[in-house]
């Protein structure tokens, strides 16, 4: 059992991994009265393609990490959401695309509901009948998401800039491959992936880190996994040029959906984390609420308070993704570009990067006090190869120069895709 402590931060977190493989994460937070817990696997949406350890290349249909996460929660007795509920928690679940968490919050019976949590997710009920059923689900809300404008702007941009990495895929796959998914494809899937060594457990709040981990322990002694061991994820090349620079849709909107980006390579271990920082400092520097540009958009009606920027990186792809709703989204498009590219030409002036360092700073100690984001972006730094408790003193090393230089790298017109709702039938 090893203790970690952040004194920049005032945080010490506890941590070991387990004779099975699994990582187990407990960060105190003394006076908290409400604990939350993650039970992650890194297994997402991505993942359709891959080799188990020991075995042969397998090809499962699109939409299965995320059919998966949903059988999860039934068990022979009974829905376990009404145990959690019993115990006076909220659990949930979500999958994106690269990883698959469980999650509970709670105030009381913290133990009870650790051990439940830890219970249902290493123990799968799958059969044909009830996988059958969920069929119908899962279709019926692919459907409803298909009338859903900022999910089909979201998605669209993704399918203009990608054509063979799966991240273009919808998380929930199609109609058509989900009425594919068998019990026994399940089953390789969960396998394969919910193993101890591909999963992490991280419980933040009012717990005490030694008797946390003494429980896990405890747990996993009386289980029984086979060996772990090597999975290798099999992703076909993606060409470096978008698929198609400007995808467009209509759907009863009252105003036009618009948001554009730019596709690049990703990169991997200590260089991914670095390399996300800079890139979401400067997009902040240019586009977030307290620039001059976002001023002037605003002040000619071109934006709402909705409009804003990311950067999403993972295994295989990274992209920028800037924009909301819009009058007009070809001129906001190209009003945003060429300040970008004036920006890639010019540099961004010294002082609006020290105060945007200061502020995306800030914004990182506040979300310090909310266990909710601790725990999900722990785990997705841990992912990236970094630690979410030493993104202060990323910051601080960050240089003009280098933030100058990712945004050259970055803002290239050559790899910009544009996607767009406009207000009109489906």
Known sequence: MAETSYPKLQETIWHEKLDNGLEVFVL??????????TFTTRYGSV?????????????VPDGIAHFLEH???EEPEGDIFSTFASQGASANAYTSFDRTVYLFTATHEVAANLDTLLHFVQNPYFTDENVEKEKGIIVQEIDMYKDNPDWRVYFGLIEAMYSKHPVHIDIAGTAESVRSITKEMLYDCYHTFYHPTNMTLFVVGGVDPKETLEQVKRDQAGKTFPPGGEIKRLFEPEPD???TEKKELQLPVSLPKCLFGFKEEQTEG???VRRELASKLMLEALLGSSSALYQQLYDDNLISDGFGHEYNTGPGYSFSMIGGETRDPDELVSRVSDALYAAARDGIAPEIFERTRRKRIGSFLRMMNSPESIA???TRYRHLGGDLFTLVEVYESL???EVNARLKEHANPDRRAISIVRSGNA
């Open 47 to 59: 993942d359709n393609h891959f080799i188990p350890p020991g075995g042969q290349p397998i090809k």
């Open 241 to 243: 040029e978008v698929t």
């Open 270 to 272: 200590g260089d991914a």
């Open 399 to 401: 240089t003009l120069e």
């Open 376 to 378: 999900s972006e722990f």
């Open 71 to 73: 059988k999860m929660f």
């Open 28 to 37: 105190p937070k003394p006076g908290f009265t409400k604990t939350y817990a």
